[in-house]
């Protein structure tokens, strides 16, 4: 028989990009006391990883638990980034409500629709937490009707539609019910998950059932799998049956040999676990996302919706630079692959396939975001390799027409700079779809927009708007192929031989437009060193030195000065890149080139 275990709350928040989810996740954390009083805790002590750090974002969904008033709440914060949707998608399967955070200035977001319209399909109870209400431009009001009309357009139910709405300043650790009550802490916040999101429900007695949602890696135990105890109960040296609902030969037989529960920001081990438990399995060497464990005798797998494809690729090739392998502590194919089907164990989203040639793979994910989180990281560990330029995935529909994937694309911009970008978004192949006025005078822009119209658009967004600029896209659906696209409308500045560039070839070649190196950096032949003011690409000699003669003259001492070079980041070089040239990537350099290095050859091949 089903019953309620009143004792457990499971959640997950969810939001938009920088709205506060993070944040909101400490302040629970410290209010509900899992930290000792004089402990020292960082700033979005959920973000563990050195990348979610330096750049304020949540990658991977993370595990915690609270415990107030006799009650455990288990939270899963998660990630708000388009890229990783696939992440936001599995976590909900473990949880029976979410706390939606808004942001009170920038109200309902792209990525807010995304979220929404998951946790609404699977007919989760929804908790609307107004944030950043100290914001001097808040507008709390506003949002709400934002809000409620998202919830009528995604056809949620009366149930839904009256979900509760609280304001609150996670930064400030409070949260209210009225703007007008007085602001304390987080209590009415907590108060409202107890009495709004409902208590897991499973039948104890019935056999074992888990879902597996998330998968966790390390290095010393591998695999862990995380999901929720649906039914039954789940103990320590049990046999149970590893089943998949999307692979129904799959059927094996495993023990459980460690089992966790989540306590604050740890995993504790226990030896039993019941219904509406969250847990982590260790011991189970080919657990993956999707996995039912359930009982031997009686071996059903639970339905779980398939993970969105990827829509970009890139190949990861085996660096042949002439610096190759100097930087780099792995640089051969055999490294490079294994590392790549490592990460395969975590991330779902992505796909690696090997290709005709040994030494090039071809790596597909959700976005530019997602593949250049990947290539830092493996940088940060010391591989040294060459990727091309993304590009999109296409598919064919049963007629054979070319199908590509389509983005709707969300623009904030101050109103003088709407046309620009209406004018380079179309060029783009994109179409608006509606454009309104918001209350500060800055115009918000819809287009459906192919994903190729976005590759390597950011920057030059970016210029074009003056910084003041927010561009957001998710992913809507495969779509006819649109034509094609003029990319980038100008050329290269090549390297002619190699060597270390100086200060007088430098001088000479900054006439011709922006360089991306200064001097005394090692180059060579074919290598991009900057970014030509016309279309065509030119070959220049940077490592020329100044003929020596017997003749002074007076104005030949004087300092050769030099514009200061423009330094590319990993994504703006992943944007610049072109078809014919790739990106050298080491732990201490980026370095374009082009793919052929030799200078006839390449002449010949673009004939």
Request: one cysteine or more; proline letters at 4%; aromatic letters at 6%.
């Amino acid at each position: 028989m089903r019953t309620q275990r009143e004792d457990v709350r499971n959640i997950a928040i969810i939001a938009h990009v920088d709205h506060g989810k993070t944040t909101l996740v400490d302040e629970l954390l410290k209010q509900s006391g899992t930290f000792r009083a004089n402990q020292e805790v960082q700033e979005r002590v959920m973000d563990s990883n050195d990348i979610e750090r330096e750049r304020g974002i949540t990658i991977l969904s993370k595990n915690t638990s609270i415990h107030y008033k006799g009650t455990k709440i288990n939270i899963i914060d998660t990630p708000g980034h388009a890229d990783f949707g696939g992440e936001v998608e599995r976590v909900l399967k473990m949880v029976n409500g979410v706390i939606l955070v808004v942001d009170a200035f920038e109200g309902a977001m792209p990525q807010t629709r995304f979220v929404l319209k998951k946790a609404l399909e699977l007919d989760l109870h929804v908790i609307v937490c107004i944030n950043k209400i100290d914001r001097p431009e808040a507008r709390p009001d506003e949002v709400i009707d934002e809000v409620l009309e998202l919830l009528m357009d995604l056809d949620a139910s009366d149930e839904q539609l009256d979900c509760p709405f609280l304001y609150a300043s996670a930064k400030a650790g409070h949260a209210v019910l009225d703007l007008n009550d007085a602001q304390e802490d987080m209590t009415p916040l907590f108060e409202t998950i107890l009495n709004y999101i409902p208590a897991p429900e499973g039948d104890p007695d019935a056999g074992t059932q888990i879902l597996i949602s998330t998968i966790d890696y390390n290095e010393y135990v591998g695999r862990i799998g995380v999901g929720k105890v649906d039914n039954g109960s789940i103990a320590v040296n049990q046999e149970v049956m590893l089943v998949n609902e999307h692979d129904p030969d799959k059927k094996k037989k495993v023990k459980i040999s460690k089992l966790y529960e989540f306590e604050g920001l740890n995993k504790v081990e226990v030896q039993k676990a019941e219904i509406g438990a969250i847990v982590a399995i260790s011991g189970i060497a080919d657990i993956h996302i999707g996995d039912t464990l359930c009982d031997v005798n009686n071996p059903e797998p639970i339905p779980f919706q398939k993970i969105s494809e990827p829509t970009l690729s890139m190949n990861f090739i085996v660096n042949d630079s002439p610096l190759a392998g100097q930087e780099g502590k792995f640089v051969t194919s055999r490294h490079i692959r294994d590392r790549l089907f490592r990460e395969l164990n975590t991330d779902v989203s992505l796909r690696v396939e090997d290709t005709d040639s040994a030494d090039c793979f071809k790596v597909s994910g959700r976005g530019e975001l997602h593949l250049s989180v990947l290539i830092e990281n493996m940088r940060r560990e010391g591989f040294e390799f060459a990727v091309s330029k993304a590009e999109v995935i296409f598919h064919e529909d049963e007629r054979g027409k070319k199908l590509e994937p389509i983005e709707i694309c969300y623009v904030d911009v101050p109103e003088e700079f709407s046309g620009t970008i209406i004018q380079k978004l179309s060029e783009r192949k994109g179409e608006l779809l509606g454009m309104s006025i918001a209350s500060d005078g800055r115009s918000r822009l819809e287009f459906s927009i192919p994903s190729r119209g976005l590759i390597g658009f950011r920057g030059e967004f970016l210029t074009s708007t003056k910084g003041t600029g927010i561009m957001n896209a998710v992913f809507d659906e495969y779509g006819p192929y649109k034509g094609d696209i003029a990319y980038r409308k100008q050329g290269s500045l090549i390297a002619y031989e190699s060597g270390e560039s100086v200060t007088y070839g430098l001088f000479a070649a900054q006439d011709r437009g922006t360089l991306f190196i200064g001097p005394g950096q090692k180059v060579y032949g074919g290598m991009v060193i900057g970014q030509n003011g016309k279309a065509e690409d030119i070959e220049l000699n940077v490592c020329k030195t100044k003929h020596l003669t017997n003749t002074r003259t007076s104005s030949a001492d004087e300092a050769l000065k030099l514009v200061p070079p423009k330094v590319l980041s990993l994504e703006q070089a992943l944007e610049f890149i072109d078809t014919d040239e790739l990106l050298e990537v080491t732990p201490k350099s980026l370095r374009i080139r082009k793919k052929v290095l030799d200078p006839k050859q390449r002449k010949r091949e673009n004939r």
